[in-house]
DNA sequence: TTGAAAAGTTAGGATTAACTAACTATATTT
DNA sequence: AAATATAGTTAGTTAATCCTAACTTTTCAA
């Protein structure tokens, strides 16, 4: 499984990351966001994988030009790194609102969920799916509230399934404690 | 990317296929029900594969007990891989519908995104995305169409991009034509 | 400040899944 | 029925990831 929809440029050619480089580029984005910096055991365990394997990746996205690398140093992003990592978090967190929010689905299948289908959605479904979400959760809809009507909906229809739509916690504020484990 | 939701028994034990080979088991069902016969070519020409990585499929496939499968002769489903099969294909026909019915999103890129989300997206998913589309559609809204309202916000909002929600392909009746290559 | 623990790297190997090229079997055509 | 075209297979290669085990570098605490 192996094309990928955000490009990046290297010398005026476009390019394509793998789902895992991608995944990598990611945990390191968002390590970054938090603690200032980015450390090969804190990617590894983020992304369930060995030490080894994030040394792998961290060359290759150092000779792509995504991050800034040396051995034993501090792992930064690039300008591009840094261009191409927002993007592939903002696919994450649309995906994971919808789960969440729309489908009502439970945080750790939802964030699961978007980890892996983050890396194949193109922008047409992704864009569209944003501006779905700005239509179901527009507020002029004359007190109507699709979450929650779908919410009653599989209350009603007796669905037998086991979501968090009771519980209020929309959505923000996620981490990568889900990422998938291969 | 290896984990897969859908599972087999084989000799008491739970299996997980591949992405891959899924793709490869849901070729080989939908070539079955419409002419009786897969062929190795056709499977080839259905995934963008050579013939040659069809042969080393089928033999995996065979393997874990999924086809009838002896060189030279017809494919066909065992009990067990057309079961798997089927869900196979019940995930696809709901991401397809999903993208393609509620979303309005056009054909190809509906396809396109069924075929790769397909092996990634577990039974929570499937199970409640198809609910939503119960949800969406049910006849019972007093004159709310929640698809045609999305339209109208597309198009209202000035939204830009081109979807096919105007015309009225409303899904059934897919191939796999835009199976991605790799 | 020195030595152990933690973090990071290297080397080597396995797995999955694709490819090409060459070969074999089956089908078709004359 | 023989020649040829089509379909299918085999063997060998490549590439992306991952792993384990052993080694090196850095950090930190006594």
């Known amino acids: 499984m192996y094309l990928i929809f955000e490009t990046y440029m290297t010398s005026g050619k476009i390019e394509k990351l793998s789902a895992s480089l991608e995944d990598y580029l990611e945990a390191i984005f968002n ?3 938090g603690k200032t910096v980015a450390r090969s055991k804190d ?5 369930g994988v060995t030490r080894a394997s994030v040394t792998g990746a961290l060359r290759n996205l150092a000779q792509k030009g995504l991050i800034h690398y040396k051995p ?6 690039t300008e591009q790194g840094n261009r191409l990592a927002s993007r592939v978090a903002r696919r994450h967190a649309v995906l994971h609102s919808f789960f969440s929010d ?3 689905l439970e945080e750790g299948i939802s ?6 289908a983050e890396h194949l959605l193109g922008p ?10 700005e ?13 929650a009507e779908f919410e009653a909906f599989c209350r009603d229809g007796g669905q037998d399934f086991q979501g968090n739509h009771t519980s209020g916690t929309a959505g923000k504020g996620y981490n990568d404690e889900h990422k998938i484990k291969r």
Do not use: W
């Open 135 to 147: 239509f179901v959760t527009r507020p002029d809809t004359e007190g109507k509230d699709v979450a």
């Open 31 to 33: 390590l970054l966001s």
């Open 124 to 133: 047409e479904i992704i864009n569209r799916l944003t501006v779905f979400m």
């Open 72 to 77: 034993y140093g501090y792992v930064t992003l």
């Open 43 to 47: 990617i590894a365990e983020t992304l």
């Open 102 to 104: 729309i489908l009502g």
């Open 111 to 116: 964030q699961e969920a978007a980890c892996r």
